[in-house]
């Protein structure tokens, strides 16, 4: 047998996987060489360092990782959506790879080179909104949110900033205080940022409202607790991550784009979970007719290697000094080499049109099983980016009370067989999935067979 295989034909030109695209567990997980790993990790990684699975990965093609002990898994994790086009995939790795041999830096602020150029032209273009921006690129999510704010604030010079219960949007000083759980990205990190304001969003599973009238309790919330007047951003997930993959009412948040418009606030789409690609629309915030003023991308952007952005109307990027924005790996040549492929895969279809394919897999075996086991009280999401929440038995029609219990066995047992599903939600009572668009449906398929037998082994 080689080590080379073709995907099964689903449509466009199959892609050639490096590793086999199927699970296959042939030691105890996690195996003796990852055990031995993570004896040595906990000699010298800070314990504040955790992880989901310490299996320790030697490779990854496709929607497969390889461990060290020969184990293939099944990634519905992606690395929480990061290598969205696939890990390793193959123009990713021969952009990023001939820009090594080329140029791996140089500081854009010193002296420029043209892909951060390049990166900037093709956000100006797949980003919501037909009006002039400008872009700056930045190293990590946290950091992006951090720009999108000191953007915002330079621009209205106002101070108060304002986020959606349930968000999660980094772990730097700023970015602690914008998250809705303290525990544990806050916890005894203190003093947090001050002047920002935490408010109720639209949770249709959990609160009921439509729309329009969660927009009115958010926007009623903004005008007692801060004041428009003194309002800089309104940071929003178009659809929440780590806060449980929350889908908004239709028409929630127009109405605060609306609102922020009339009143002057800059409101900023925290996509760096939702975009690219993932949701079947280029950026989630498509799905809801809403065209933010500011765009904050990362995760996904360049396959794998560290990039984010933060894109949007001219006149609030351009409002900053020259060197008000920037920072020394910001936009590294080799990273937007990366992106500049992921781009193209966009602009290709290929990436959108696996987005409708793998949701249609996934929520017609989602909804299935939720017909059979009532403690799965809602599926939700977009595209590749979708999820289950459990609650107790008997209580999907009543009080919906959370079950993260079942959520850690179903990790837990699906893991021992070769499938990481990774965990989300305030209450810890999510099931995401957010596997790579290389996933086939043949893979999806197993997946949901082994998440049916995790269900049906439950206590
Ligand atoms: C992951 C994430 C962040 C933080 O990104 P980092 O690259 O981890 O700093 C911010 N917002 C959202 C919605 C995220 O999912």
Redo the contacts with the bound molecule.
Sequence with gaps: MTDTIDAPASGAAAPVFTIPQERRIVTAIPGPRSQELHARRLEVVSAGVSSVLPVYIARANGAVLEDVDGNRFLDFGAG?GVTTVGHTEASVVAAAAGQLQDVIHTLFTITPYEEYVRVAEWLAKLTPGDFAKRSVLVN????A?ENGVKIARRFTRRRAVAVLDHA????TNL?MAMNYKAHPYATGYGPLAGDVYHAPGSYPYRDGLSGADAAKRTISYLEKAVGATDLACLVV?PIQ??GGFMVPADGYLPALQEWCTANDVVMIA?E??SGMARTGRVFASEHFDWVPDLVLS??GIAGGLPL?AVTGRAEIMDASQPGGLGGTFGGNPVACAAAIAVFEAIDRGELLAAGARIEAALTAGLEGLRERYDIIGDVRGRGAMQAIELVQPGTAETTKEPNPEAVQELIAFAAERGVLFLSAGTFGNVLRFLPSLAVTDELVADALSVLDDAFAALG
């Design positions: 929480i990590s999510g946290a950091e949110v999660y949007h980094g772990r970015t997930e991550g780590e925290d760096i979970q990362a995760k984010a």
